[in-house]
């Protein structure tokens, strides 16, 4: 190994993966349990790898943050529409100097860039990540948590009454069916995320909450697989990537931490929870490898901020010229 060691290598593919993972893996990338069209005949031709500033405005072209306004069908003909937000989220926030994604990986642990991720304009979480008693290693502030629909469908979450969820906006989302209009896909969530949301409002009438429009995560997916020589996952990307792209509409720099894994890499999953499973860093139901191929493929810092802090950095998607 150099001096840098390993740092991830953006050609990483389901081939490199244990035995165990591989199977599943596989398993998850013959299953299409949305109904995602692959474009083109044949699936997946092979095409140039792209430079970073082309894969940054692909994403600057094709892919737009879109949240639900109560002036949308099914919503605009629901008595409960005007819970929504009346503006979308891009109207309402930002746009923020610099910015922190903070991946809820293991390797947090004994990080120390606690102080480092709090000196951000707006910092982003995912889940039931806790700031509380892990301070040191990934900072107080909560600007922006973004949870998935079954975080907020789960009993063991305690999604209405926990503390956890109470400070700062929030924004959830749902895997939606790929081809699916929002009437059908309010008919067939995969979690009871719109009961809810509806639920949360109503205890927590002054948060500001956002539900993500489902386009926006196969736009993002299809992003990923447009640039990989393989099939991918036909499941939504993870809400790492999903924030990831969230913040780079919002901010002028994005700073992601631990979601390519520094020098700390570990199997324990999350840095609050005693669970390991290389599933977490390496993906199982999501294309997360992919993500982090394409992730690495864009960063614009040097590979030892990977190695040592974990930490990559992106233009925001507003500092890019097409
Ligand atoms: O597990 P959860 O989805 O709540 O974690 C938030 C995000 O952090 C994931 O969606 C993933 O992108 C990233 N993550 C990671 N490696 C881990 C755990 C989480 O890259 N070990």
Known sequence: HGILGEVWDDEMSSSM?????????????ATNKYGVKISGPGGVPSRPKLSAQALL?????????????????????LPWASQLPPK???SDLGPYKTCAVVSSAGSLRNSGLGKEIDSHDAVMRFNAAPTGSYEKDVGSKTTIRL????????DDHRFLSSSLYSSGILVAWDPAPFSADLSQWYNRTDYPIFTQ?????????LQPFYILHPRFLWQVWQRIQDNMAEPIQKNPPSSGLLGTVLMMSLCEV??????????????LCHYYQRFYDAACTLGAYHPLLYEKNL???MNQGP??????HGRVKLPGLSMINC
Not at 147 to 154: D, G, L, Y
Not at 303 to 308: G, T
């Open 254 to 267: 994005v700073h992601i931490y631990e979601f390519l894994p520094s020098r700390r890499k570990t199997e």
């Open 88 to 90: 979308p989220l891009t």
């Open 303 to 308: 590979d030892r901020d990977i190695y040592v």
């Open 17 to 29: 993966l244990g035995n165990r993972l591989k199977k599943v893996v596989q398993n998850y990338q």
């Open 57 to 77: 405005c692909q994403f600057k072209d094709k892919v737009e943050l879109m949240t639900l306004t109560p002036d949308l069908q099914p919503f605009a003909s």
């Open 197 to 205: 949301y509806q639920r949360y409002r109503r205890l927590h009438p």
């Open 147 to 154: 949870i998935n629909s079954q975080v907020m469908a789960s």
């Open 295 to 297: 992730v690495k493929r």
